[in-house]
């Protein structure tokens, strides 16, 4: 059983498409994070929810989008993709915000052709 | 401001020990996490230090200096399966991670 799962693990799409990126856990943690690591292997985070709730919104062009129909879920839907977001997506969760004990997804590689 | 730095790249023979360095600034500073990443993977955790000192699990050790945000990695008994990218990363508020460019390792026979 994976705990964290995110759909597609590849994603190549053309400059101006809208895609949607899926993440479920199953590990009943109330907190999700989505973080991008971009072609310099840095990683940032770009969003967390608790129990449904935005709790952190980094400084991310308002193209995208999280949401977060209950807290097993956070999705990651992008407008107008770009070249520059091409990346590798991971998704995250904690128990709450107060726990540290992450536990990361495997990943979706966009690709912006 | 939000610094996190260490090494790009370093190299060492199989067998041997490596010392991974991190520096970090960070306002609301809540702990320093060494993830340890392979290529197309996603990261896993190695270790997580909040308080100053020493913190051994096995062939993996980390430490943590508070006062001089600083914190290292240490890594025994090389094996060449440690081949792979080691990330510091520093815990703020909210349960924010803050991550460094990472550190590739490269192990030789």
Avoid at chain 1, 8 to 37: A, F, R
Avoid at chain 1, 38 to 43: E, G, I, Q, T, Y
Avoid at chain 2, 19 to 35: E, K, P
Avoid at chain 2, 38 to 51: I, R
């Amino acid at each position: 059983d994976t705990a964290v799962s995110q759909t597609p693990k590849y994603l190549v799409t053309q400059m101006g498409n809208d895609k949607s990126i899926k993440c479920e856990q199953n590990l009943g943690h109330d907190t999700m994070y989505w973080y991008k690591q971009d072609s310099k292997k840095f990683l940032k985070i770009m969003f967390s929810y608790n129990n449904k709730e935005l709790i952190i919104n980094e400084t991310v062009p308002n193209r995208f989008s999280p949401k977060s129909p209950d807290k097993a879920h956070l999705n990651l839907h992008i407008n107008s993709l770009e070249l520059g977001d091409s990346a590798v997506y991971f998704c995250a969760s904690s128990q709450d915000f107060d726990s540290y004990g992450y536990t990361f997804g495997s990943g979706t590689r966009l690709t912006v052709v | 401001g939000q610094n996190i730095d260490q090494p790009t790249e370093m190299t060492a023979t199989e067998g041997a020990i490596v010392q991974i360095n991190c520096t970090y600034q960070t306002s609301g500073f809540n702990g320093l996490f060494w993830y340890q990443q392979h290529a197309g993977e996603a990261p896993t955790f190695l270790s997580y230090n909040v308080l100053d000192g020493l913190e051994e699990k096995g062939r993996f050790s980390s430490f943590l200096s508070r006062s001089k945000g600083y914190s290292y990695l240490l890594l025994k008994e090389l094996q060449m399966k440690d081949s792979a990218s080691y990330l510091c990363a520093a815990r703020g508020g909210y349960n924010k991670l803050i991550f460094g460019a990472g550190t590739r390792l490269a192990v030789h026979p």
